[in-house]
């Protein structure tokens, strides 16, 4: 019993002792967190001055997504034996040009996925790795400085698919107008003439227009977040068919040495690919602009990052 009731009153002591170690060490804690913060901050402050200083201005990163596997004899599935894999990577880069009374940003964003499915049972299947997401996207904008916040600009822009129609569809926007920069990360881009070239196979379908490019982007890096937000419009003057729009965004958090984990989701509307698919690839040719079912198109891809 004795030896009992000793046990007891040692272990409650230890305890006692553990909880009372664990308080001070979080008091300890409490203040350099504190330092922490504050440093951080004389840092961002710092970064932001460097950021604004004129010259060139460069830098990348992004996501890599990937997923491998193998099954054999697993029956409760309908393929008990196969290799599957998913493979998807994007690129967001940008060099930037800041000088007193210009600006010039290029910027590319690429997105490519590869997806496959191998039944080992059918021999006539493709076991091959083929193109699921396919965006490519670079763009060119000139400002001459009106004041530090307005410029009149020129602007280029080129969205295409690489992987397996290349330029089939293409377009390329080349315009002139204004661009506002109400704060140092967001810059947006109002061209009321603007030209947007579309090349294709299916004349048919897709035409070049004449309408009013807007973009709007937000490129932002705090610490170890890289984030960028892109939105891309064009409204035509001849017919809405001929509008479209894409909405592009990237995260990535930094953990170890450029090596984190990314986030990217993109989003459209398109009428002529819509109406496109339907008529060259499903088959619908008695299909038109008026009957077409627009869907939202959208992906999105979640893995490891890299940043330059």
């Not at 070239?197 to 170890?224: N, P």
Request: aromatic fraction near 14%.
């Amino acid at each position: 019993m004795k030896k009992r009731l000793l046990f007891v009153f040692c272990l409650f002591g230890a305890l006692y002792i553990q909880a009372q170690t664990e308080a001070e060490l979080k008091a300890e804690q409490a203040p350099k967190k504190d330092s922490i913060a504050a440093i951080q901050g004389r840092v961002d402050a710092l970064q932001a001055q460097i950021d604004a200083l004129p010259g060139w201005k460069t830098g990348a990163f992004g996501t890599i997504g990937m997923n491998l596997s193998n099954f054999s004899n697993w029956y409760a599935q309908g393929f008990p034996n196969n290799s599957s894999g998913n493979i998807g990577i994007t690129v967001n880069a940008f060099a930037n040009l800041k000088e007193d009374k210009f600006f010039w940003r290029n910027a590319a964003n690429v997105n490519f996925n590869w997806v496959k499915l191998d039944d080992k049972d059918n021999p006539d299947d493709d076991d091959s790795f083929r193109a699921a997401t396919d965006v490519f996207n670079i763009s060119s904008l000139y400002g001459r400085k009106l004041s530090e916040k307005f410029a009149i600009s020129a602007l280029a822009e080129f969205r295409t698919t690489v992987l397996n129609n290349f330029n089939d569809p293409g377009y390329l926007d080349v315009g002139v107008g204004g661009t506002w920069t109400p704060i140092p990360d967001l810059v947006v881009v109002i061209h009321p003439l603007n030209y947007n070239f579309v090349f294709s196979s299916a004349d048919d379908i897709f035409e070049s227009s004449a309408g009013a490019k807007i973009v709007a982007d937000y490129t932002k890096k705090l610490g170890a977040v890289n984030f960028k937000s892109n939105l891309s419009m064009f409204q035509s003057y001849k017919s809405s068919d001929l509008s479209n729009w894409t909405w592009i965004n990237s995260f990535a958090y930094t953990l170890w040495k450029g090596i984190g984990v990314g986030l990217d989701f993109g989003l459209r509307s398109n009428k002529q690919e819509a109406l496109n698919y339907s008529v060259n690839t499903l088959g619908n040719t008695g299909e038109t602009f008026s009957s077409v079912d627009n869907e939202l198109q959208t992906y999105w891809l979640f893995g490891l990052s890299y940043a330059l």
